[in-house]
């Protein structure tokens, strides 16, 4: 896990980079909604674990993005505050996991802050096996439909049950049962099949050609996080993250 995860950042958490990595546009040189699903290692020795996601929002037009995350040393965990979409995560290079572009981002933004605004568990953080920043963007997932992407198996709290032990998994093709985050299993067409034992992962991916092993994260034939460039004929059009 410790080699897969690469070096971690052994410096003090308040000399980390935090700048932008450059993934994201400049919200001013574009016009269209957009909406960006990130996740980065987590600082320090739990990063040969774990990754931290996050998901960013720009409206149509406007000159600033929305970061939609959960931090745990908030006495608020939830933030949904203006803020650069696609900072270092202390240290830890972000992977754009997910896209929406234009009329179908400008769709999944109302729901995606109807459910920041309906997450259950808003003043609740544990970093295990949670509710954590991964249970909160498992949830924004949940709520909305255009949004169609899962979330590595190194998300640790993805699992963690959203209202009940049992549930449509994220992606909503198949099904996900978690015994409060300890024990569980998702199956699924694109989730393929996981097991959760002590929020670690193990799971195979028949979509992608993969394997998903724990701290590691998944190793494919296919990228199951490949990001469509949008069309030059039609660059209002939605430039979804499918994972198909």
Known sequence: MVACAGSQNTSHWSQASRDSSGVAPKPEEVEEALVQVYAARVFGWRGNFAVHTWI??????ADTWYVHEVMGWHSTPVRSLPDLP??????AQPELLA?????????AIPHILDAVQTYPYPDR????PGPNSNTFVAWLIRETPQLRVVL?????G????????????????????????YLGVTAGIHEGLEVNLLGL????DPWHLGV???GIGQLSMRDPWAIPEPSPLAPTEAAAHLAD
């Open 212 to 214: 998903k092993l724990p």
């Open 99 to 107: 896209e929406l572009r234009g009329d179908q981002a400008a769709a």
């Open 86 to 91: 696609d900072r270092f995560w202390y240290g």
């Open 125 to 128: 953080y544990e970093a295990w």
């Open 56 to 61: 960013a929002t720009k409206e149509e037009g």
């Open 152 to 156: 590595p198996n190194t998300a640790i």
């Open 158 to 181: 993805k699992d963690y049950p959203a209202t009940a032990g049992f549930n449509r998994s994220p992606r909503a093709t198949g099904f996900q049962a978690s015994l409060f985050g």
């Open 201 to 204: 992962n193990l799971g195979i």
